[in-house]
Structures are given as C-alpha cells and as structure tokens.
C-alpha cells in the first residue's frame, strides 16, 4: 500500500482578493480553518518581499489559530529568517522570489548559490524548522540540497502543468525519477505549483511522494463550489490516483 500523501493548502490568493480593495474579507485564515476542517493536512502560505498578498499579520494569526501544520514559504532573506525563528512555522520552504514575478516561475538554484543558502538551511533546521528546498526535479539541484542537509525538497511542477503531450509526459518522468532519487537518499519529496484536478492524478500517483501544495486552482474553484467542497475534490482525486 502506498502511503497518505498529505494535502497542503494554499491560501495565498484568497489573500490576493483581499488585498485587491484593502478590506479585510476575504480572510485567509478563514479559509485556512475551513481547508484543516476538509482534508487538507496542512496549510501553505507564501510571505512574499513586497507582501502583496499573505501579510505579517496573516503570519501571526496563522501561526497561533492553525489546528494543523503551518508551511512558510519564504526567499533566503535575513528578514524572513528572522520572522520564521520568530513564529517557528512547522515547516518553511525556500523559495526564489523577484519582485517583477506573477508567481514563483522556477525552482530555486540551490546548486548554483549552496554557500549563500548555508546559514539559512542550517539556523531554520536548528529551530526545530522541517526545510524545505523548492527546486527542479533534477539531479544538480538535488545533489545541492544533499550537500546542504535539507530533510525536504519541494519539486516545482509548474513546466508539468503547462506542457501536454509527449512534452508533458517527459516532464512528468523526470519529476518521477527525482522523486525517487529523492526518496533514495533519504530526502522527503513533495511537488507542488499549477495542479488542478484534471492535472493532479499522474503526480499523485508518484508513490515517492509525500505531500502536495495547491493554491491558485483551489482559490478559484472555490468561487463556484465553495473552499470546503474544492479541498474535498482534490482529496478525493488524490487519494484515488494512489
Ligand atoms: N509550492 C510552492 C513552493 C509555491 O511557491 C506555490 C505557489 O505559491 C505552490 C506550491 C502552489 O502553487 P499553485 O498556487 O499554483 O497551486
């Protein structure tokens, strides 16, 4: 039997839509607490530079309201270090961010920056912080995250979800073989970024991976069935793709 891949729930755009009038609805930790109520198993929140969605304040309510994992997403800023050891979220995942990006748009070059990435990796992992390192599913960025102790790598599957075809099919392979590498090396993989229920089985279906992040799909697929029944799909779609 292949294991319970867990469910991490992205709240990020239920902030987007808050910030786009500056009022406080629609609260992310509403839906934070709703996704916890219906199969997710933790919650994702990405405190970006220049805070256009998830807020500081978004940070500390969930950080004391969240009945289940909380996972920051958060650059290798001296900055967000100090947030994360100050609110010792469950997990933090380390993200490429530049200010210019829609959303995050590649993995992280661990391999191309491991002494910068050092002391991050090293000072959350002594916090009791689960790491996580966002990259490619290739070798060269998981041989980085190796060399640099991280317990966690999260594979971006956003070239996944917009390729189709024999394209998408490779991808999907080269996620694959990462995944159990990975696993192979006693790192514990997740994916995450772009899936949707109609992309989301042949990723479940990795039997190496542990966990899944899923945000914008969700976000807006609540807009027609609700938060609570679009978290319930995914589970469901998961679960059965095992
Ligand atoms: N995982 C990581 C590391 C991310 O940066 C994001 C987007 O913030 C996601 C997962 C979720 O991606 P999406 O919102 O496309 O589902």
């Given amino acids: 039997m292949t294991r319970h891949l867990r469910l991490g729930v992205n709240i990020d755009h239920v902030a987007t839509v808050r910030n786009a009038r500056g009022a406080g609805y629609p609260d992310p930790v509403r839906a934070a607490l709703i996704a916890a109520q219906t199969g997710a198993d933790g919650i994702t929140a990405h405190l970006r530079e220049d805070r256009r969605h998830i807020t500081d304040a978004d940070i500390a309510r969930l950080s004391a309201e969240l009945p289940v994992p909380l996972n920051l997403e958060m650059a290798a800023t001296a900055e967000m270090l100090d947030i994360a050891l100050r609110h010792r979220p469950h997990a933090a995942c380390i993200v490429p961010e530049k200010r210019e990006e829609r959303t995050t748009e590649g993995g992280l070059d661990a391999a191309g920056q491991i002494e910068a990435l050092r002391p991050f990796v090293a000072r959350l992992g002594e916090a009791g912080i689960r790491v996580s390192l966002f990259i490619e599913p290739d070798e060269r960025q998981l041989d980085a995250a190796l060399q640099l102790g991280a317990p966690v ?82 589970r469901a779609a998961m679960d059965a793709a095992r």
């Fill in 153 to 234: 790598v999260e594979f971006h599957t956003g070239r996944y979800a917009e390729l189709d075809g024999d394209d998408g099919a490779a991808e999907l392979r080269r996620i694959a073989e990462a995944a159990a590498l990975a696993a192979k090396n006693g790192i514990e993989p997740h994916a995450g970024h772009g899936l949707t229920f109609a992309n989301v089985a042949p990723i479940a279906a990795i039997p190496q991976l542990r966990e899944l992040n899923i945000g914008h799909f969700l976000v807006g697929e609540a807009m027609f069935v609700g938060l609570a029944e679009a978290v319930r799909g995914m």
